[in-house]
């Protein structure tokens, strides 16, 4: 079974920084494109960034220049860096992965991370 375990989230005042870490197990499994995405009150989940085989990544407009997302020498890990936080950017905070199975991309996810941003 495959399980992604987030950490890093809490509550920081606006301008602070945030690590978020996310690593990714199971038997077998080797993840091809990881990212995070966030889901606010009352909000639809979105896409924060993403890191995709040969080291592409993809960052939301909001959170361009902020955040930073690597992966870690260990495979399927994936740390989300995030600097001059905003009260906008408080969400719960979920960690994504895909793979592929018996020939099919499946998505996996965290449980995900609260962060909360103070004005």
């Known amino acids: 079974q495959v399980q992604l375990v987030e950490s890093g989230g809490g509550l920081v005042q606006s301008g602070g920084s945030l690590r978020l870490s996310c690593a990714a197990s199971?038997?077998?499994?080797?993840?091809?494109?990881m990212g995070w995405y966030r889901q606010a009150p009352g909000k639809e989940r979105e896409l924060v960034a993403q890191?995709?085989?040969?080291?592409?990544?993809n960052y939301a407009e909001f959170v361009k220049d902020r955040f930073t997302i690597s992966r870690g020498n260990a495979r399927n890990t994936v740390y989300l860096q995030m600097n001059s936080l905003k009260p906008e950017d408080t969400a719960v905070y979920y960690c994504h992965a895909d793979a592929f199975v018996s020939a099919s991309l499946r998505d996996y996810w965290g449980q995900g991370t609260q962060v909360t941003v103070s004005p």
């Open positions: 199971g038997s077998g499994f080797s993840a091809r494109a």
């Open positions: 890191i995709i085989p040969g080291g592409e990544t």
